[in-house]
């Protein structure tokens, strides 16, 4: 009898094999955000508006979302360490075209290749790392893990990019990316033996009807989402035209995936109820998820703080999230009072957002933030991989692919409304206060009066002349102006995230199904686009 060959070297330490692919995995879940890490410098470099960069990074997930359906047919097909090669050498080539590149079109375009291949590194890490949890409870401590590590991508990634984007050019980043990637997959290169992974399998009938199907849909809806404000929604035909197309396709694909004899995904997944319930609560995370993002914007614009010592300041953050992942490892093993769990996080949630309406303020101190910042991702902690692991529970091991292709569909399309709905309500409500605090404002006022003598006495004072100091001054009330109203839309913005929170907490009370669901995901593993 031939014996198998291990898919690692057998010299190799069990240590050494998963620190080689979390740090791979850590370079892939980096490369994600790398786009957004520093909007404003992005923006900048590339003569971009920040919709661009937003849609830029839009692009990067859709491309990762609509892949994951047909990335395991590829995995299947090719050896375990040539794909890997494969997937390496092409995203270290398309990092240093973007290193390389200004125009626009060119960095959507690569920004969504790397999302293509980055699929591709992903499923390698996670497949390779959820075989290697073989004992009891290993599965859920290795989702805990994962999804800790996608809480903290936005200040990871801030941190990693913030002392090179000060110092260097923002194209800097793709090469910083490219020495990232390199060490981590030579390593796991270098210690893989020339095995498949799943039982090989050819390339035909892949689904590529499918794919572009669903791509073109995703990029169409991130098109939207964020363009959609920029060009009066409805007032603009392309938009018109786009959401018709999404309607269309969206239909379209589920007819085809209905038609189909082994569908891509299989629809089935939404008769079970623990699924549909899931995914509520996983759009609703989503949605208080993104709002997180206006904290670092506030400290930034209205605190006046450097991008490097505002995301100092998220550590604290990711001290949280590692805190509530402990915490949620505890729960899942227990198998109880899950409920309670997920109510307490969002708890947690709902008191980050209604003390920060009370912290907004133009001048504050960066040690009053802590425990606000701790108390977020200690709840987000609690609640992310939990939520997760109850949809994958909630269907049978069979029809696992098809719930990790719904869900990607699922976090996508919020992460997509929850960038919209913040661009849409920043224009709303900032173009509303700025209205009424312009109202009350006149030169009769002799605050403002005052405000204004300040200002140029102070400009005078560096050595400006009179003329062109009251000129300044006046640029400057309106900034002020503007920074206030950005500060009212962030306190109207973060109350409606705290109602939210508390409506999601009631609803969780009124599912007791939560508490009664067994978790179990043995057989099963994130999926690659688990952003």
């Known amino acids: 009898m031939i014996k198998a060959v291990p898919i690692f070297k057998s010299w190799v330490p069990e240590w050494l094999i998963r620190l080689s692919i979390m740090l791979l995995l850590l370079s892939s879940v980096l490369l994600f955000a790398l786009s957004t890490a520093d909007g404003s410098a992005a923006a900048g470099y590339y003569g971009m508006e920040p919709a661009d960069v937003q849609f830029s990074l839009l692009l990067f997930y859709a491309a990762v979302a609509s892949f994951a359906g047909v990335e395991r047919r590829f995995f299947e097909r090719i050896v375990t360490k040539e794909y890997l090669l494969i997937c390496i050498v092409l995203e270290i080539l398309i990092a240093y075209c973007c290193y390389h590149t200004r125009e626009i079109w060119l960095v959507f375009t690569f920004r969504f290749l790397q999302g293509l291949v980055n699929c591709g590194i992903t499923s390698i890490c996670l497949n390779l790392l959820f075989g290697r949890l073989k004992s009891e409870h290993?599965?859920?401590?290795?989702?805990?893990?994962?999804?800790?590590?996608?809480?903290?991508?936005?200040?990871?990634?801030?941190?990693?990019?913030?002392?090179?984007?000060?110092?260097?050019?923002?194209?800097?980043?793709?090469?910083?990316?490219?020495?990232?990637?390199?060490?981590?997959?030579?390593?796991?290169?270098?210690?893989?033996?020339?095995?498949?992974?799943?039982?090989?399998?050819?390339?035909?009938?892949?689904d590529w009807a499918s794919f572009l199907l669903f791509v073109v849909m995703l990029v169409l809806i991130a098109y939207v989402l964020i363009y959609g404000q920029q060009?009066?929604?409805?007032?603009?035909?392309?938009?018109?035209?786009?959401?018709?197309?999404?309607?269309?396709?969206?239909?379209?694909?589920?007819?085809?995936?209905?038609?189909?004899?082994?569908?891509?995904?299989?629809?089935?997944?939404?008769?079970?109820?623990?699924?549909?319930?899931?995914?509520?609560?996983?759009?609703?995370?989503?949605?208080?998820?993104?709002?997180?993002?206006?904290?670092?914007?506030?400290?930034?614009?209205?605190?006046?703080?450097?991008?490097l010592h505002a995301n100092e300041l998220m550590i604290y953050n990711i001290l949280g999230i590692i805190t509530g992942s402990f915490i949620a490892i505890r729960f899942l093993i227990l198998q109880k009072m899950l409920r309670i769990l997920w109510i307490a996080g969002f708890v947690l949630l709902m008191v980050?957002?209604?003390?920060?309406?009370?912290?907004?303020?133009?001048?504050?101190?960066?040690?009053?933030?802590?425990?606000?910042?701790?108390?977020?991702?200690?709840?987000?902690?609690?609640?992310?991989?939990?939520?997760?692991?109850?949809?994958?529970?909630?269907?049978?091991?069979?029809?696992?692919?098809?719930?990790?292709?719904?869900?990607?569909?699922?976090?996508?399309?919020?992460?997509?409304?929850?960038?919209?709905?913040?661009?849409?309500?920043?224009?709303?409500?900032?173009?509303?206060?700025?209205?009424?605090?312009?109202?009350?404002?006149?030169?009769?006022?002799?605050?403002?009066?005052?405000?204004?003598?300040?200002?140029?006495?102070?400009?005078?004072?560096?050595?400006m002349l009179k003329d062109q100091a009251a000129k300044v001054a006046t640029g400057l009330l309106n900034k002020a102006v503007q920074k206030q109203a950005f500060l009212q839309f962030c306190i109207d913005y973060y109350e409606m995230i705290a109602i939210l929170c508390l409506i999601t907490i009631v609803l969780i009370a009124l599912q007791p199904?939560?508490?009664?669901?067994?978790?179990?995901?043995?057989?099963?593993?994130?999926?690659?686009a688990g952003f």
């Open 231 to 307: 060009k009066d929604w409805l007032e603009d035909s392309g938009m018109v035209y786009s959401i018709v197309a999404i309607l269309l396709l969206f239909l379209t694909s589920v007819l085809r995936q209905r038609s189909l004899k082994r569908p891509t995904v299989d629809l089935a997944v939404f008769k079970y109820r623990n699924f549909s319930i899931g995914i509520v609560f996983l759009v609703i995370l989503y949605l208080i998820r993104g709002a997180f993002g206006l904290t670092t914007t506030y400290f930034i614009t209205v605190l006046g703080m450097d991008s």
């Open 352 to 463: 980050f957002f209604g003390m920060m309406c009370f912290l907004f303020a133009t001048e504050a101190d960066a040690e009053t933030f802590i425990i606000p910042l701790f108390l977020q991702g200690l709840g987000a902690g609690m609640v992310m991989s939990p939520i997760v692991m109850f949809i994958v529970s909630a269907v049978p091991v069979q029809m696992g692919q098809s719930a990790a292709s719904v869900g990607v569909f699922v976090r996508f399309s919020a992460f997509s409304l929850s960038v919209s709905l913040i661009n849409y309500c920043q224009l709303y409500f900032k173009g509303g206060h700025s209205k009424d605090m312009g109202k009350g404002l006149s030169f009769l006022d002799f605050g403002l009066a005052e405000r204004l003598q300040i200002y140029q006495s102070t400009l005078s004072g560096h050595g």
């Open 513 to 528: 199904v939560i508490s009664r669901t067994i978790i179990n995901v043995k057989g099963k593993h994130p999926a690659p």
């Open 138 to 206: 290993a599965r859920e401590v290795g989702y805990t893990i994962f999804y800790a590590m996608i809480l903290c991508v936005s200040p990871v990634t801030a941190l990693f990019a913030a002392p090179l984007v000060e110092n260097f050019e923002y194209s800097v980043l793709y090469k910083a990316i490219i020495f990232c990637f390199l060490p981590s997959a030579a390593l796991l290169f270098m210690i893989l033996n020339r095995v498949h992974i799943f039982r090989k399998k050819p390339l035909y009938q892949l």
